[in-house]
């Protein structure tokens, strides 16, 4: 059975910074692109970054670009975002992603 749980969230203030986790279970981890995604209140879903599965190549869109940074550890089955420099827009909850499956998201709000 697929999991992804993610944790690390929280209230920060502008400038501040949080490092999400998300820990996988369920599937042979090293074999996946994973990804990270946001989905802030009555907007679409947002592709936020992406890792290949050795680790090699990243990417991320210019909205958190130079600020947010994916990593992984395939040997403990986690993936990671680390996010400096945060402004309130990037107020959402934060879900990590493999495929088609889902982790329940952790809330990332940023407000003085």
């Known amino acids: 059975q697929v999991q992804l749980v993610e944790s690390g969230g929280g209230l920060v203030q502008p400038g501040g910074s949080l490092n999400l986790t998300c820990v996988a279970s369920?599937?042979?981890?090293?074999?996946?692109?994973m990804r990270w995604y946001r989905q802030a209140p009555g907007k679409e879903r947002e592709l936020v970054a992406f890792i290949r599965n050795d680790g090699a190549i990243t990417n991320y869109p210019p909205s958190v670009k130079g600020r947010f940074t994916i990593s992984r550890d395939n040997a403990r089955n986690m993936v990671y975002l680390q996010m400096n420099s945060l402004k309130p827009e990037d107020t959402a909850v934060y879900y990590c992603?493999?495929?088609?499956?889902w982790g329940q998201g952790t809330q990332v709000t940023v407000s003085s």
């Open positions: 369920g599937f042979t981890f090293s074999n996946y692109a």
């Open positions: 992603n493999f495929v088609d499956h």
